[in-house]
């Protein structure tokens, strides 16, 4: 178990769900979706989910509110003490705010923001195969285009922050699954934020 705290950020498409399970894996941390905890919510039919699905559909952000008490109660879970990995989250400026501040509650800091890089052509069409694999609602080609268009102008500017603060570590999301997972790990070595 590795005392670390890591966030992936990247289109919808760049492997984000499948490299977050891998490295938190590799370090025994939690992985959290806020894209998968809201499907889960949205199946079950909870109040949280009656609340977010209408977003979800059309592709864009739920609001920041919703997703920011779902992930200032979810790491505060005992079994996010030592660290943990965010996949999807935060989304916006105001998402990455609060998170600074649900991290000094804690007495913690970020150890680095993994950016997935996959040009549109790739992950428009990993997204039409997941579509036909797992049948995500918005998955479908026209709800696709948007999510991208929201990632470019909500998420993709939150980069630049994460450079700013010195914990963006960018790492090319194409080529084989294992491949990426060994990229990320080496990064983040040369970095110094995980022991070699
Ligand atoms: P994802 O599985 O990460 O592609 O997320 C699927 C959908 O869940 C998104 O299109 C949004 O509607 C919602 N969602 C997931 N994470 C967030 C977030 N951090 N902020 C707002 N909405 C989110």
Request: hydrophobic share 40%.
């Amino acid at each position: 178990m590795s005392n670390v705290r890591l966030l992936l950020i990247g289109p919808p498409g760049a492997g984000k769900g499948t490299q977050a399970a891998r490295l938190a894996e590799h370090f025994g941390i939690p992985a959290i979706s806020t894209g998968d905890i809201f499907r889960e919510n949205v199946k079950n039919q909870t109040e949280l989910g009656k609340k977010a699905q209408s977003y979800m559909d059309a592709g864009e952000n739920v609001p920041d509110s919703l997703t920011n008490d779902l992930i200032h109660d979810r790491i505060a879970q005992p079994d996010c003490a030592d660290g943990f990995l965010l996949d999807g989250y935060p989304r916006t400026a105001a998402q990455v705010e609060a998170l600074e501040g649900m991290l000094a509650e804690q007495s913690a800091t970020l150890d680095a923001a993994v950016e997935l890089v996959a040009d549109v052509e790739v992950v428009v069409n990993r997204l039409r195969q997941r579509a036909i694999e797992q049948g995500r609602s918005d998955d479908s080609e026209d709800v696709v285009r948007h999510r991208l268009g929201v990632y470019a102008e909500q998420t993709a500017p939150l980069i630049d922050v994460f450079r700013d603060k010195d914990l963006l570590v960018t790492v090319d999301g194409l080529g084989p699954i294992e491949d990426i997972t060994e990229r990320i790990l080496g990064r983040l070595q040369a970095a110094g934020v995980v022991a070699s």
